[in-house]
């Protein structure tokens, strides 16, 4: 019987979601005592804990069959994998960054400069294509000290709230990709392990949609259903139920996250009352 092996970031901005993830799609983990790995006890997938600088290559070699991490990563480090879905959450940009109290004037302005970076696979080729020639000072971790100790005249470096650049009184000019976490998977895994990865992906399906949706329900007078439900297309179409108070119905919809102030505002103006928004866990469609 095959198991599905899953690597995901060990600690670090990823893992939290990562591990939360798999446990919303109803996947139990024996928490043994090994840190490096784990074996689920209801469905047939094994979790590794790596840094997710190395999560590409042991994707690529098959050391794990799939990994989540952020696509930052997977850009840089460029190993034979494929992107099999994105995650919606991680969200952040790899940037330039220099000291504020430097005047930016465009992407020249790092002509014959020195930047520090993990990322120098990414950054080189952004200066290639912007016909820079500067330095690419390569280290691991802790970019953002780099100019103040003297190390390089900026830095390029994973923003997210954007505190870390703020603490280290630098400033950000330029975006050059946008990253979020995603799953990556070995190109030739056998047929067993597809059936598993098939079974785990509409799970992680069921539950971002779930995510990004809300239940609505509402009282409204019958006159107004019309309205309303062209405001509130549903799934297929709203369910309604007729209230004991006469001429009155419950509309029972699901609504997108991003649009449910606009639709709540729409939805008050066309007559409708006692309007609850409920989470909803799993949507499968
Ligand atoms: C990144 C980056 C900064 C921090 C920025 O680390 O190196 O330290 O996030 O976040 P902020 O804008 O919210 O302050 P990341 O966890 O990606 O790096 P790592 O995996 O190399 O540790
Ligand atoms: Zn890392």
């Not at 975006?175 to 785990?200: D, F, H, P, R, Y």
Request: charged fraction near 25%; hydrophobic fraction near 40%; proline fraction near 4%.
């Amino acid at each position: 019987m095959s198991v599905l092996k899953i690597a995901i970031q060990k600690s670090g901005r990823l893992s939290e979601n990562s591990k939360k993830l798999l446990e919303e799609c109803g996947i139990k983990f024996y928490s043994g005592i090994s840190v490096l790995k784990t074996t689920a006890s209801n469905f047939p997938v094994e979790v590794l804990f790596l840094r997710d600088d190395d999560i590409p290559q042991y994707v690529e070699q098959q050391v794990a069959d799939i990994g989540i991490l952020g696509e930052n990563m997977v850009f840089e480090k460029n190993k034979d994998v494929d992107i099999i879905e994105k995650l919606g959450f991680a969200n952040c940009r790899l940037s330039l960054a220099i000291p504020k109290e430097e005047k930016y004037t465009g992407p020249h302005y790092f002509m014959n400069k020195k930047v520090a970076t993990s990322y120098p696979k990414i950054l080189s080729d952004f200066f290639l294509r912007n016909n820079i020639t500067a330095e690419i000072e390569e280290i691991s971790g802790s970019v953002e000290i780099a100019p103040g100790i003297g190390l390089a005249d900026g830095i390029c470096d994973i923003v997210s709230s954007g505190s870390t650049l703020l603490t280290n009184g630098l400033h950000e000019v330029e975006t050059i990709l946008k990253s979020q976490a995603v799953i990556i998977g070995n190109k030739n895994l056998i047929a067993e392990k597809q059936e598993i990865l098939a079974k785990l992906l509409f799970r992680i399906r069921s539950v971002i949609n779930a995510k990004e949706n809300k239940y609505i329900l509402l009282n409204a007078p019958e006159s107004a259903v019309e309205k309303i439900c062209s405001i509130l297309p549903g799934m297929k179409s709203p369910s309604i139920l007729p209230l004991v108070n006469k001429g009155w119905c419950s509309i029972h919809s699901v609504v997108k996250e991003d649009q449910f102030w606009d639709r709540i505002d729409q939805l008050r103006e066309a007559g409708a009352e006692g309007i609850l928004v409920i989470p909803i866990e799993k949507m499968i469609l």
